[in-house]
């Protein structure tokens, strides 16, 4: 069921990316579009609070994950080789 739910939220993100441009102006349909992806998108995290931190626990380990790296000698030696 979470796979399913994270499933539809990923496809409600790329909708609203999709229908985001900095180009479109209020009262736009294109503006319209995005405010009721960004709405659809808003709705869903509120009737899925699991999703969200489901979503946010593996954000902060990726980067926790990421940090220990560029924190060992390995990315140490890396950063200094940029």
Request: charged letters at 35%.
């Amino acid at each position: 069921m979470t796979d399913i739910l994270a499933q539809q939220r990923r496809e409600l993100v790329e909708v609203e990316r999709a229908t985001y441009s900095a180009d479109n102006f209020p009262g736009s349909a294109a503006w319209n579009e995005n405010k009721a992806a960004l709405a659809a998108l808003r709705a869903f995290d509120a009737c899925h609070p699991e999703i969200v931190a489901e979503l946010r626990s593996a954000r902060e380990a990726r980067e926790r994950e990421e940090r220990a790296y560029w924190d060992s000698a390995a990315g140490r030696e890396k950063m200094m080789s940029m």
